[in-house]
């Protein structure tokens, strides 16, 4: 299978002509006039951290998903940087555990709970407004709010693609439009492995953070700030603890959230990271 990409002023049949009898095996192909670009998997090195700092202690963050297992780990992680609002966002009443998390954290910082889906008209505003409600600048967005469903090709309904796109897809562009005037130092997508390599089984997971990947390159290209980061197994939290994969094993969740800093302060565009 491979993805072409063609320039609008080629003729279509003869840049797939012209592909088709290329020896190489790229699969993701891009053809500009007579340059033709590929896109290929290479080993990011430690991105350079920038001058200023990932978490502003005067600003405000708003984290979707924030009630799970990985979204109160970045919510204490950003605590922990100095961030002084917090706000996560989620579906669900937080359960006895995370709300012990919440009231720790709400010592340190203003942390904030709003209910919602994010994928339905309004709520990504109100994220937008709660987060600056005492005057804080919103400085930074990380979405994270997925469903996981495996199921077979044979399997699958429009119901049940709705129920995994939703969230990260729909939920992803409302959160683009709610916050695209205003002046962030960041804006990350938690995407996964299964969109970067594949996964067997999740078609409509993988689909749906290749959408997200997107969404994140389209942004870049209007000069807004994004990121999107294809997360591997996490251990012990979120949905990761459902998954196996065969070459993967799970980082423990103090290095992810090294590496959310990692790649947050460098700036970068799409990057994997996995054990």
Do not use: C
Request: charged fraction near 20%.
């Amino acid at each position: 299978t491979t993805l072409l990409d063609l320039d609008p002023h080629d003729a279509a049949a003869t840049a797939l002509v012209r592909e088709l009898s290329s020896p190489t095996a790229d699969d993701v192909v891009a053809w500009r006039g007579s340059r033709r670009f590929v896109e290929r998997l290479n080993r990011a090195a430690e991105p350079e951290r920038g001058t200023g700092a990932v978490v502003r202690s005067d600003g405000s963050y708003i984290v979707t998903g924030g009630l799970g297992g990985i979204g109160l780990k970045v919510a204490a992680w950003l605590v922990d940087s100095g961030a002084a609002r917090v706000v996560l966002n989620g579906r669900s009443t937080p359960s006895e555990t995370a709300q012990v998390v919440l009231t720790e954290l709400g010592t340190r910082a203003e942390v904030v709970v709003e209910l919602g889906d994010i994928a339905e008209p309004g709520v990504a505003d109100r994220l937008v407004s709660a987060a600056e409600q005492t005057g804080r600048r919103l400085r930074g967005v990380i979405h994270s709010a997925a469903v996981l469903e495996d199921q077979l090709v044979a399997g699958l309904t429009e119901d049940s693609l709705d129920a995994i796109w939703a969230p990260k897809a729909a939920g992803a562009l409302r959160l683009h439009y709610a916050t695209v005037d205003r002046q962030l130092d960041w804006w990350a997508g938690f995407s996964s492995m299964a969109s970067l390599l594949g996964s067997p089984g999740q078609l409509s997971y993988a689909s749906a953070n290749a959408w997200l990947d997107s969404l994140v390159q389209w942004r870049r290209a209007a000069g807004l700030p994004a990121t999107a980061i294809n997360w591997g197994q996490w251990a012990d939290v979120g949905l990761a603890r459902t998954l196996s994969f065969s070459i993967l094993d799970p980082m423990a969740p103090a290095e992810g959230l090294e590496a959310l800093e990692a790649v947050l302060a460098g700036n970068l565009t799409k990057v994997g990271v996995a054990r």
